[in-house]
């Protein structure tokens, strides 16, 4: 069965990065993009980006191009995100969800979500 | 900066059928929007519903649908059991991005 499995919380002072994984299991991790979405705490969620594990190429929401980079290790069907220059308000619940195709078939297994603490 | 609306709050009663739906600053949703609509409860991780308007994933109950209503997508509940309380997303396809809706909480009553 499809799995993601993201790692661990973190705590991270504002300024710092932090880089959260998700790995890949049950389907072959090189046909699925990888999209990221955060959720602030009693907030609503926000579309971050995509990867495809492929050819490595990337699209960010606007919002955060320039301070998020996806990238994986197709060797251990793993994706990454790593967000830097962190600010209190970048403390969220970080997912990373799979899609078949870039639109048509929709996200559909998700992560179980990486708690991320930016604090000082 | 493109928005997309959701109802913030419905309530509707055990049985009953409930209407969300979903629109975008940018004018009338069409298909090409590829509407998504997502589930999430308290502490858990979303759960797709429905992709591309109107399909369902395998695991999507029956009672759930999606269409495009007015210019907008929607996603009808029919048929509404306890469980169904939540919070549904509908996420918008714009040329290489995405965007989702501030949510709707569905009450059930």
């Known amino acids: 069965q499809v799995q993601l499995v993201q790692s661990g919380a973190e705590v991270k002072k504002p300024g710092a990065s932090v880089k959260v994984s998700c790995k890949a299991s049950g389907y072959t991790f090189t046909g699925y993009y990888m999209h990221w979405v955060r959720q602030a705490p009693g907030q609503g969620l926000e579309w971050m980006g995509w990867i495809n594990p492929n050819s490595g190429g990337t699209n960010y929401a606007q919002k955060f191009q320039g301070r998020v980079t996806m990238t994986r290790d197709t060797s251990i069907s793993t994706a990454y995100m790593e967000l830097s220059r962190l600010r209190s308000d970048d403390t969220a619940v970080y997912y990373c969800a799979s899609s078949l195709d870039i639109a048509v078939a929709g996200l559909d297994y998700w992560g179980q979500g990486t708690l991320v603490t930016v604090s000082s | 900066q493109t928005v997309v609306t959701q109802e913030p709050s419905l309530t509707v009663s055990p049985g009953g059928t409930v209407t969300l739906t979903c629109a975008s600053s940018t004018g009338a949703v069409t298909s090409g929007y590829y509407p998504n609509w997502f589930q999430q409860k308290p502490g858990q991780a979303p759960r797709a519903l429905i992709y591309?308007?109107?399909n369902k994933h395998s695991w999507t109950p029956a009672r759930f649908s999606g269409s495009l209503l007015g210019g907008k997508a929607a996603l009808t509940l029919s048929g509404v059991q306890p469980e169904d309380e939540a919070e549904y997303y509908c996420?918008?396809?714009?040329?290489?991005?995405?965007?989702f809706g501030g949510g709707t909480k569905l009450t059930v009553l």
């Open positions: 996420l918008l396809y714009y040329g290489g991005t995405w965007v």
């Open positions: 591309s308007t109107s």
